[in-house]
């Protein structure tokens, strides 16, 4: 959560997975008054104005006095405040931020999390589960022996009871 205590203007930055409607670029160069332009007709708190395969940036703008609506998001972020002065809370912790300032928010995901996949999955599916579980603190993968990308229909029996006893451990 961000509180302003004046006017600023806080770009942020969200990793986010690839979709199959991305365009690779090379390179892209923005100007900032065209940005702010942008953002000024767009009338929301947050313009986006580049979106890649594995990140998108955008402008946020929070007004002198206001507290920041958004919630903990499941995309990596980092904030580099462009004006104004205001305090970041994440977690409990406050911190100044000012501009120039450069924040990295950490983990957005801070609940048990169990990630469950075949031992015979496509590569791609368990290299995400592998990314989920090295970016998620106390993030635990169990490994269904014998099934693939159709677990729930392949191992039931096998999920279901990796499943409670993640409940189970959790609930102690």
């Known amino acids: 959560m961000i509180y302003s205590e004046n006017y600023g203007r806080i770009t942020g930055c969200q990793a986010r997975p690839p979709t199959p409607n991305t ?54 972020e980092i904030y580099y405040i462009v004006s104004g002065a205001a305090t970041i809370e994440v977690d409990g912790e406050n911190r ?25 999955e496509y590569e791609a599916i368990m290299s995400s589960c592998d990314e989920l579980v090295r970016r998620i603190d106390g993030a635990r993968l169990v490994v269904i022996p014998g099934a693939g990308h159709k677990l729930p229909i392949e191992q039931p029996e096998a999920l279901t009871e990796a499943v409670v006893r993640f409940l189970a451990e959790i609930a102690e």
């Open 23 to 76: 365009v690779r670029r090379k390179m892209d160069a923005f100007d900032m008054s065209e940005i702010v332009e942008g953002h000024r007709e767009n009338g929301e708190l947050y313009h986006e104005f580049l979106r890649a395969e594995r990140i998108s940036v955008g402008l946020y703008v929070l007004a002198a006095g206001a507290t920041d609506p958004q919630v903990p998001h499941t995309e990596d």
């Open 96 to 120: 100044p931020a000012s501009a120039g300032s450069v924040i990295y928010p950490g983990q957005a995901i801070a609940v048990p999390t169990l990630v469950v996949r075949g031992e015979h």
